[in-house]
């Protein structure tokens, strides 16, 4: 009778030489030792050949302790793929998101109704609830709202809240700055600060995010289209100012 086996490989073959050459009581003493051995090599789960019910003692427990390990391991596998498909699906609507706001602030006809998209329109595409533009005035003595939804700073403020050379700051279950929120303020439980710059001789500038979900911005996420965000905004304001890179 022939019985069907593996290819055997140099690997297979050498360790197969290892074990004739050695002792399977000095292997079952090493396991004794090592208890855990399986739970630190899981992937053996999959190669073992379980005892069977001839065998006596402990079988039950060790087909229960293999059924057990691939139970986890399929769990563990499909709590992967859900949250991969969380994510994936979180990701697809930032994207979006970021998308339409692009495209609400490129096809702004005027400078004036660009202010509109940045302090107006932008809090409904991102679905936060309130954004406003800053920008650092010489002759500024305090934080001052212009027009609704943009606001003078004195200068280097923005090196304050963002951080000196820092293109941005996020912040996650933290009340908002009523520098840059102003009455909006009380809402705001998380927000993103992105630097703006305008042109090595134009102020510096800054566009604050604010919303009441506490976990909207975190540190550590991802801040790619965010910056992309900021670059557009840039952009734009230089374009209608007319204003020197």
Not at 66 to 83: F, G, H, T
């Amino acid at each position: 009778m022939s019985h069907e086996q593996g290819p055997i490989t140099q690997e297979t073959a050498a360790a197969d030489a290892t074990i004739r050459e050695g002792d399977e009581a000095r292997i079952a003493a090493y396991l004794r030792k090592h208890p855990d051995f399986l739970l630190r090599h899981s992937d053996l789960v999959r190669v073992l050949t379980p005892p069977g019910t001839g065998n006596g003692g402990n079988v039950e427990d060790f087909r229960s302790f293999l059924i057990e390990r691939l139970r986890e391991e399929a769990e563990r596998l499909q709590a992967d793929n859900r949250d991969l498909v969380v994510t994936s699906r979180d990701n697809l609507t930032g994207q979006r998101r970021i998308h339409d706001a692009v495209l609400a602030l490129i096809g702004a006809p005027d400078f004036e109704h660009l202010v509109q998209v940045l302090t107006t329109d932008l809090a409904v595409v991102l679905d936060l609830d309130v954004v406003t533009l800053c920008v650092e005035v010489a002759d500024a003595k305090w934080p001052r709202a212009v027009a609704s939804g943009v606001f003078t700073l004195q200068p280097g403020a923005v090196d304050e809240l963002v951080g000196p050379g820092r293109d941005f700051v996020l912040f996650r279950k933290r009340p908002g700055e009523r520098a840059v929120f102003g009455s909006a303020t009380g809402l705001v439980q998380s927000s993103a600060l992105l630097r703006l710059r305008f042109g090595a001789k134009a102020p510096t500038g800054l566009l604050a995010l604010g919303s009441r979900t506490d976990d909207m911005f975190h540190p550590g996420q991802g801040t790619e289209l965010l910056n992309f965000l900021a670059r557009v905004v840039e952009l734009c304001v230089r374009a209608w100012l007319d204003l020197p890179e």
